[in-house]
Structure formats: C-alpha cells, structure tokens
T-cell receptor
Framework: NAGVTQTPKFRVLKTGQSMTLLCAQDMNHEYMYWYRQDPGMGLRLIHYSVGEGTTAKGEVPDGYNVSRLKKQNFLLGLESAAPSQTSVYFC???????????????FGAGTRLSVL | AQRVTQPEKLLSVFKGAPVELKCNYSYSGSPELFWYVQYSRQRLQLLLRHISRESIKGFTADLNKGETSFHLKKPFAQEEDSAMYYCALSDNTDKLIFGTGTRLQVFP
C-alpha cells in the first residue's frame, strides 16, 4: 500500500520554466491538498480539492495551477517558475466527507524544488 | 482570522527532561486541534487530536479554551522524540491551518 506518492522527489528549474508535480493516492480519498513548506513559515496551503473535478484556492495560490481529473491524482503546475517558488512541496489526502475523518491528512514524502 | 501560533522555533532538552511545545490559536468558533509530527526522513503524520483525548508515544495535549491553547506535553523526553512538530486547527471548513512548527531536539 503506497499511500500518497509524489513525483518527482527533486527538481531544479531555471526561472521561467514550467513543470508539473504529480500526487497520486491509492486510498480512495476524496480530499487532496498541496502545501509548500518554507523555513519559519510552516506549512501553507496552495490549492486543494474536495473531489474529482473540483479545485479551490488555499492561502498562497498565486503562480500555481492545479487539476483533479481523476480521483486518485492531483497535479500542481508551475507555468513560469520564479525563485520565490523554491520550496519543499507536500501533497496530502484525507478521507470522505465525515467530519471525523477529513482532518486526518496523509502526506507524501515531498518534492524539493529549486528555481535558479 | 483563524491563526495558529507556535512561539518556539526550536526547543532543546536533555533526555528524561519534561517537554512542553506551545500552541495557541485564534478562532471564534468551536475548534478542533491537532498535533502533526515529522521525524527525520519520514513523512508528516498525525500524532494526536484533542477530541480523542489519548496519549500517543507518551505525549498528551489538552485543549484550554479559556487560554486558547493546545500545548503538547511529555513528562520524560526520549531521543527518538526529536522531530518537527506542527500544531493545526480545523475551522470546520475543508482544510487545516498549520502553525509554523517547533523543532524539538532531545540530547542524550
């Protein structure tokens, strides 16, 4: 049982380049999230999804786009990378609409992105 | 606005000493609070939640609505407790609000 899988694990980009981070979960979870983790800033929510075909903005959505075409996958895109997007990105998922379950988030291992 | 504050970036203790990681929140409704932990080279994972009122790995946390706090405590720290700890708040929407985290270092 892989849980939440993020690809790639590491990436170096030049300013202006684009890339897509993939998050895949095999737990049939409804909710999925993308966070960035920066020193002294903690975890900040970029975008999230409450189900297939839905997305919503989080705290820091600018410069990112997301898609949830399949329930198990949540893609995070950077159209034109900037040095300020250098960070560690985490994907998470959680269970269904039950209030008890939805706040237990399961995290991926992270993607370390450097934008030069 | 909802906010979670963890005032200490780093907390260093010796093995066997008591530990208290502070967490304060601001939320006008009835909050649900969590502690998540990230051990070295491992994924972030749920440690405990206030509604469960349980002790995990010797850690406990009590919700104090009067002081708007949810401090994490352990009477005797172990070296394996060294990790990054995040306090999180659910404001009854579809997401969690995380604090900035406290790194706990337990020296032998």
């Amino acid at each position: 049982n892989a849980g939440v899988t993020q690809t790639p694990k590491f990436r170096v980009l030049k300013t202006g380049q684009s890339m897509t981070l993939l998050c895949a979960q095999d737990m049939n979870h409804e909710y999925m999230y993308w966070y960035r983790q920066d020193p002294g800033m903690g975890l900040r929510l970029i975008h999230y999804s409450v189900g297939e075909g839905t997305t919503a903005k989080g705290e820091v959505p600018d410069g990112y786009n997301v898609s949830r075409l399949k329930k198990q996958n949540f893609l995070l895109g950077l159209e034109s990378a900037a040095p300020s997007q250098t960070s560690v990105y985490f994907c998470a998922s959680s269970r269904t609409l039950s209030d008890w379950a939805k706040n237990i988030q399961y995290f991926g291992a992270g993607t370390r992105l450097s934008v030069l | 606005a909802q906010r979670v504050t963890q005032p200490e970036k780093l907390l260093s203790v010796f093995k066997g000493a008591p530990v208290e990681l502070k967490c304060n929140y601001s939320y006008s409704g009835s909050p649900e609070l969590f502690w998540y932990v990230q051990y070295s080279r491992q994924r972030l994972q749920l440690l405990l939640r206030h509604i469960s009122r349980e002790s995990i790995k010797g850690f406990t946390a009590d919700l104090n609505k009067g002081e708007t706090s949810f401090h994490l405590k352990k009477p005797f720290a172990q070296e394996e407790d060294s990790a990054m700890y995040y306090c999180a708040l659910s404001d009854n929407t579809d997401k969690l609000i995380f604090g900035t985290g406290t790194r706990l270092q337990v020296f032998p």
